[in-house]
């Protein structure tokens, strides 16, 4: 159900913005916490988005049964390219 939700409310131009908007602070992570993320599998975009303000916590969150995503994980999401794009949106939500 939330998956629909976010996929209907998903807009390419404005997660484009936000990983844009996202590149200085990323850039200014750590060199090897990025090079660790890097290797993890979650997309080079959305770890643009979280890993300046989830730091090493991304990776426990990616595996944990989230409210907001129906109480799937975020990893679940990233199984389709549609479950990816809702993914997304949700980030698009999420309080900074």
């Given at each position: 159900?939330?998956?629909?939700i976010?996929?209907?409310?998903?807009?390419?131009?404005?997660w484009?913005?936000?990983?844009?908007?996202?590149?200085?602070?990323?850039?200014?992570?750590?060199?090897?916490?990025?090079?660790?993320?890097?290797?993890?599998?979650?997309?080079?975009?959305?770890?643009?988005?979280?890993?300046?303000?989830?730091?090493?916590?991304?990776?426990?969150?990616?595996?944990?049964?989230?409210?907001?995503?129906?109480?799937?994980?975020?990893?679940?999401?990233?199984?389709?390219?549609?479950?990816?794009?809702?993914?997304?949106?949700?980030?698009?939500?999420?309080?900074?």
């Amino acid at each position: 159900m939330m998956r629909e939700i976010y996929l209907k409310e998903f807009r390419e131009d404005s997660w484009n913005e936000m990983v844009r908007l996202y590149q200085e602070r990323y850039n200014e992570v750590e060199p090897s916490l990025r090079a660790k993320m890097e290797s993890s599998g979650i997309p080079e975009d959305i770890l643009r988005v979280l890993l300046p303000d989830m730091g090493d916590y991304l990776l426990t969150w990616m595996e944990e049964q989230v409210p907001a995503l129906g109480y799937e994980k975020p990893s679940d999401y990233l199984k389709t390219a549609e479950g990816t794009r809702a993914l997304k949106s949700a980030i698009l939500r999420m309080p900074r």
